[in-house]
Nanobody, 120 residues
């Protein structure tokens, strides 16, 4: 399973970005998908996860109310609103079997990340 995150960039504080996690194969729908971020010197942080059907979602408290995870047949998205400078990080997506386990960093596949930089 190959995952690729995209959509990052430079944005001012208060702005929005929409990240995408794409999968090249036809079996993307069998995986739950989660988003994470990491900055140098800090541990990887769980952000959000979504079930295979899209009906189940889970968010970290740090992004609840600002970030929204969604999916369609080929991609999973992370809509990020009201961005803050502390949201600056490399954002990556992962795939696995149970979206509830992503908060425990329990997943099977990891994708390349995309840089998000929020200026003050």
């Amino acid at each position: 399973v190959q995952l690729q995150a995209s959509g990052g960039g430079l944005v001012q504080a208060g702005g929005s970005l929409r990240l995408s996690c794409a999968h090249s194969g036809r079996t993307f729908g069998v995986y739950a998908v989660g988003w994470f971020r990491q900055t140098p010197g800090k541990e990887r942080e769980f952000l959000a996860a979504i079930s295979q059907s899209g009906a189940g979602t889970q968010y970290a408290d740090s992004v609840k109310g600002r970030f929204t995870i969604s999916r369609d047949r080929t991609s999973v998205y992370l809509q990020m609103n009201s961005l803050k400078p502390e949201d600056t990080a490399v954002y990556s997506c992962a795939a696995g079997g149970n979206y509830r386990e992503f908060v425990n960093f329990d997943y099977d596949f990891w994708g390349q990340g995309t840089q998000v930089t929020v200026s003050s």
